[in-house]
């Protein structure tokens, strides 16, 4: 572990270097943002919020290739989130929500297009490159650091060390007793809800310009879903981050400021929640005590 490493290579070296892209990738999340060169962290005067852009993506796309052909996973996706809003992509399974997220991220490469944080092209960047930009990230399924305990992750991913006080305070945001889980470690021990909801303390740890939540509901129950609701509105309510929820979950779609379906690798729709809402759960929603009782699913829905 050397001084001239990046984030990425120092943090690798101290789980051992072991496991595959998903063990090292994640490492974004515990490098602290830097905003150089011009790059904001998104707390700007409210009044200046409506006419900035945080994120701008126009004509993304991408392709695979296996065995000898050519498969389009992503077709021409452009939209943009301001500064301090919500955005909440949403649509089928195997639509293309949860590659978007890691085209955004760095973690694959595109195919073409362009994308613009703060305004500045970031199209050619590193995964950690964009972390250090601002940007944080949280897997659909969390990896796992055999050695190292969860008071440390949270200590990395705020950049300095935390009080007790701090790292109860965001384990507990997510469901967890501080006293249960700061001291054990990030490995198989865990459930993958344990470490789903671990991991986004980490991502809550450290203020970003913007952070991607991929389906932040999948593994949890219902009482730390609610906490972790109300740790997004807390979020959305302070215009200090933008935000992009990849979900199904009704409670969280109706949180957002916009919504952006994604199917079969295309925009089927995108506007203000109002004008989306009724496509996907249809005018007599508000009154829906079955859709209720099941949770609000989107996926459950008939």
């Known amino acids: 572990m050397t001084k001239s490493g990046s984030g990425i290579t120092v943090l690798y070296s101290m789980v051992g270097g072991q496991g595959t892209i998903r063990c090292v990738v994640p490492c974004i999340l515990l490098l602290r943002p830097l905003h150089n060169d011009g790059m904001k962290t998104g707390r700007s005067d409210a009044g200046k919020r409506k006419e900035r852009m945080m994120l701008e993506v126009e004509h993304l796309s991408y392709d695979i290739h296996e065995e000898g052909r050519q498969s389009e996973i992503l077709s021409d996706i452009s939209f943009s989130v301001e500064d301090g809003e919500m955005l909440v992509i949403t649509g089928p399974n195997g639509g293309g929500k949860s590659t978007l997220a890691k ?3 760095g973690i694959y490469t595109q195919t073409g297009g362009t994308i613009k944080l703060d305004g500045k092209d970031i199209t050619g960047f590193s995964i950690d490159e964009r972390a250090k930009a601002g940007m944080g990230f ?7 650091f055999k050695g190292m305990t ?11 060390t935390l009080s ?11 469901g967890l007793c501080a006293r249960e889980y700061i001291d054990r470690e990030a490995d198989a021990t865990l459930s993958g809800g344990e470490m789903k909801r671990i991991e986004i303390a980490t991502v809550l740890a450290a203020h970003h310009a913007i952070c991607i939540f ?12 609610s906490m972790l609701v109300k740790r997004f509105e807390q979020i959305h309510k302070e215009k200090k981050e933008s935000l ?4 199904h979950q009704e409670r969280i779609i109706r949180m957002a400021d916009r919504i ?21 759960f249809g005018t007599e929603v ?7 009782q099941k949770g609000g699913d989107l996926c459950g829905a008939e």
Do not use: T, Y
Request: proline share 5%; glycine share 6%.
């Open 103 to 105: 085209l955004l991220m």
């Open 138 to 144: 949280a897997f659909q399924q969390p990896p796992r």
């Open 150 to 160: 969860v008071r440390r992750l949270l200590h990395l991913a705020a950049g300095r």
């Open 164 to 174: 007790e006080d701090e790292c109860c305070n965001l384990l507990s945001s997510v």
């Open 214 to 225: 991929d389906e932040p509901e999948a593994g949890i129950d219902l009482w730390s879903f």
């Open 244 to 247: 992009i929820l990849i979900s």
């Open 260 to 280: 952006m379906v994604i199917s079969d690798g295309q925009i089927e729709s995108i506007g203000k929640a109002e004008e989306i809402m009724p496509q996907l």
């Open 286 to 292: 508000e009154n829906c005590v079955c859709r209720q």
